[in-house]
């Protein structure tokens, strides 16, 4: 079955505790991409990857880390979280036509989530 | 870079009504538009999607409208039933760079 499973669903952690939520995709999707999404503001796109070591910065990337070894893998790592980065986190990924081409026909296949607090 | 507003925030449908959210955009170079539907607890899933070179698009009950020169697209939804009830996300795109979404519309169907 095609999916995009993250890891871990649900975390409660603590102020300054490094942690990592780990984003796998099975459609050998070139492009993959993470989002967190907070009550009033819709899904802001923190990076995304348009291939294995290649990664650029969405809209509010400040206190994150990824990177991308491997094409299905593309973990987000917070290594020092505070709370304002306490909220719901997706991971998505689609096909990558190349250079020229557009993500239209192409969509993004989102993950179940994760919920993220901290205190 | 990209801005995209999105109303209402909340709607309120009787079912069999029509509801419509609208969005606009700041950037003329975005050429892809596709609307997320968000159930409660559950992953956005993409319901019906517009490119620039289209003014219209309609799959059964939904349709999506494009005005390019006004830089805004709208979600129209027929004969609503109470499995509409969702949250509708808009965005909109250029290439493959950044999807840009709207802050989210709360549909509600009340039977």
Not at chain 2, 30 to 40: C, G, H
Request: glycine residues 8%.
């Amino acid at each position: 079955e095609a999916q995009v499973t993250q890891n871990p669903r649900y975390l409660i952690t603590v102020t300054g505790k490094k942690l990592t939520v780990t984003c796998s995709q099975n459609m050998n999707h070139e492009y993959m991409s993470w989002y967190r999404q907070d009550p009033g503001l819709g899904l802001r796109q923190i990076y995304y990857s348009m291939n294995v070591e290649v990664t650029d910065k969405g809209d509010v990337p400040e206190g994150y880390k990824v990177s991308r070894k491997e094409k299905r893998n593309f973990p987000l790592i917070l290594e020092s979280p505070s709370p304002n980065q306490t909220s719901l986190y997706f991971c998505a990924s689609s096909l990558y036509g190349g250079r020229g081409t557009t993500i239209s026909n192409q969509p993004q296949h989102f993950g179940d989530g994760t919920r993220l607090s901290i205190l | 870079g990209e801005n995209v507003e999105q109303h209402p925030s909340t709607l309120s449908v009787q079912e069999g009504d029509s509801a419509v959210i609208k969005c606009t955009y700041s950037d003329s170079a975005s050429n892809y538009f596709p609307w997320y539907k968000q159930e409660l607890g559950k992953r956005p899933q993409l319901i019906i999607d517009i490119r620039s070179n289209v003014g219209e698009k309609k799959d059964q009950r939904i349709a999506v409208t494009l005005n390019k020169t006004a830089k805004h697209f709208s979600l129209h939804i027929t004969e609503t039933q109470p499995e509409d009830s969702a949250v509708y996300f808009c965005a909109a795109s250029k290439g493959f760079q950044k999807l840009v979404f709207g802050t989210g519309t709360r549909l509600l169907v009340s039977p």
